[in-house]
């Protein structure tokens, strides 16, 4: 089993690092270059960079931000949030990052997602899926759009195996039910994904203690782990999540 990687993530508004509960009721988190900076000195694998309203502004990401950020670590990062095109995605590498994660415009435009497949190579190509429960739906899952505000109808497991045929590298999925609130990630959404696409799997949303990080890899199945809240508010440190999943076996890089 390869290490498991843990990723803190940045959601980042108007240039500031903030936090909410249902992707809503936005808390103010700090500065993102220094928390990037504390992340990446506290043994943080990769960080992700999410401008979390760049979709819905309908504009592109905070380039400038992102590259203050980049510029100011030495570990991966990875962006989202106002992707939307091959040159979106090109001015994001160039501004230092090391993959980008499409949403909204991998389910509007999946032609887009095979071309950044042909042109960037596979590993810089996360598709993040965004979903809420839905028993009408095959896996209970429904893929949500537009920052989880616009239901797509389409069934969470199955857009991500059309993403996986598409080439993509990553697969990240995020619970709307569960963000923010540190009951747990949602295991079965997860592992859905991750069984029926063979990819590496990012769980998202909804850690809130060591044991629900040890879960999301066992039972969901999870090659990363990514959190916010729990490591912004200091109820853990990267290291005691990496201490934690060593001592109960499972593979870290320490």
Known sequence: ?????????????????VKGVHFVDLVDAGDPVEAARAYAEGGADEIAFLDITATVEKRRTMFDVLQRVTA????PVAVGGGIRTLADIERALDSGA?????????????????EAVERFASERVIIAIDADENNKMPSGREVFVDGGRSATGDDARE????MARL???????????????RRGYDLKLTRA???????PVIASG?????????????????????????FHFGVFTIRQVKEYLEGRGIPVNL
């Open 1 to 17: 089993m390869e290490p498991v990687t843990v990723i803190p993530c940045l959601d980042i508004k108007e240039g500031r690092v």
């Open 72 to 75: 100011a670590v030495d570990v």
């Open 98 to 114: 090391s993959s980008v994660s499409i949403s909204s415009a991998a389910w509007r435009d999946r032609d887009m997602v095979k």
């Open 159 to 162: 857009f991500a195996v059309t």
């Open 167 to 181: 080439g993509v590298g990553r697969i990240l999925p995020t619970s709307k039910a569960a963000d923010g609130v």
């Open 193 to 199: 994904i991750a069984d029926a696409t063979g990819l």
């Open 206 to 230: 909804g850690a809130g203690e060591l044991e629900h990080f040890y879960d999301a890899v066992v039972e969901g199945r999870a090659r990363a782990v990514l959190a916010a809240s729990v």
